[in-house]
């Protein structure tokens, strides 16, 4: 995301090196950043954009209410694919008490959401600002095991139809009608589906689906206007696939949050 506010609080006192308020299109363009490394972590989260970020073992899929810690030295490129808000953070290895070595999800709670939101805005030099830092850092944690993990495709073809669903999971379009769009053919188009995600397409769609329902689930939307903005017409279907999908009933994600 775009450079926008940076603040700079005391390194002595901070994990924070320095805290970025992330825009996503400029000039009607967007915003990508080719391939780099950090000297310490860094902490990329969404609050509405939905971003890609490209590691050497993967690519990684942040639709909002999610974020990626990367560590030191790790290459990686990303791009926003979803107009949207979210932030970015570069930790102080010294200060930092998060010692991944990988590249790892985060899934972006409520509580989360609302701390990251205060240190953007708060002045370095807030007493509270410590307090808040520090369960920021807590809450910074990794994606349950069953959280949905979904593999970005590489071929070009394929990254249109993904990007798109990724923007509107309720798209109905079958392959065929995406074959059109994409100037291919139905049978090109499963292969390299089953080739570059290891699933069908209609696995794929399903997973973007329940993904972007958890997110709705865990802000308290309810289980049929959830069904409804993910693209089934019919709630009883949405819980099936729901629940064959997670082991778990959308009421789950509903009550409990994240």
């Not at 006192?13 to 972590?41: F, K, M, Q």
């Not at 520090?134 to 993904?162: E, F, G, K, Y």
């Not at 999971?169 to 995600?197: C, G, I, K, M």
Request: proline content about 8%.
């Amino acid at each position: 995301m775009r450079v926008g506010d940076i603040q700079y609080p005391a390194p002595a006192s901070s994990p924070i090196l320095a805290i970025e308020r992330g825009s996503s299109y400029e000039n009607g363009r967007p915003d990508i950043r080719e391939t780099h490394t950090h000297a310490g972590p860094e902490f990329i989260w969404t609050t509405t954009a939905t971003v890609t970020v490209t590691t050497e073992s993967r690519d990684w899929l942040l639709p909002p209410g999610y974020g990626l810690w990367i560590p030191a030295h790790v290459p990686h490129a990303g791009a926003v694919r979803h107009p949207g808000a979210g932030g970015l953070m570069a930790m102080d290895p010294r200060q930092c008490p998060i010692a991944w070595t990988s590249v790892t999800g985060v899934r972006v709670s409520p509580l989360l959401r609302e701390l990251l939101a205060y240190v953007l805005d708060a002045d370095p030099a807030d007493p509270a600002r410590s307090a808040a830092e520090s369960l920021m850092v807590h809450l910074i944690t990794q994606c349950p095991a069953h959280d949905i993990a979904i593999a970005m495709p590489a071929d070009q073809r394929l990254r249109m139809i993904a990007e798109r669903l990724l923007t509107n999971p309720s798209d109905q379009r079958e392959l065929a009608d995406w074959a059109v769009l994409a100037h291919s053919s139905v049978r090109t188009l499963t292969r390299l589906f089953r080739a570059e995600t290891g699933l069908s397409f209609a696995e794929w769609r399903t997973r973007v689906r329940i993904r972007a329902a958890i997110q709705k689930l865990s802000t308290g939307t309810p289980v049929g206007v959830t069904a409804r903005q993910v693209g089934y017409r019919k709630t009883s279907a949405f819980i099936a696939v729901f629940q064959r999908t997670t082991g778990q009933t959308p009421g789950t994600y509903l009550t409990t949050g994240p």
